[in-house]
């Protein structure tokens, strides 16, 4: 799974894209996706602070942990 087809399961299952970021720098309140250098990281963005963060080695293993946080939401 990469970024975009990640976005469209998540939409799909009723999960608002506003608490969403994949890409660009996240607003309070959203999960978050990004790669840092060769890394991938998943965490919660909550004023201004990291929450829960999560590193990964690949884009589908940050995309399937970041599923499994967000599907819940819908």
Known sequence: MDRTEL????????VDAGALSISGVPDDDQLVLAQEGAM????FHERGKRVEEQVFASESDACQAFFARA???G
């Open 7 to 14: 976005l469209k399961s998540l939409v799909a299952r009723g």
């Open 40 to 43: 991938w990281v998943v965490y």
């Open 71 to 73: 599907s819940g939401w």
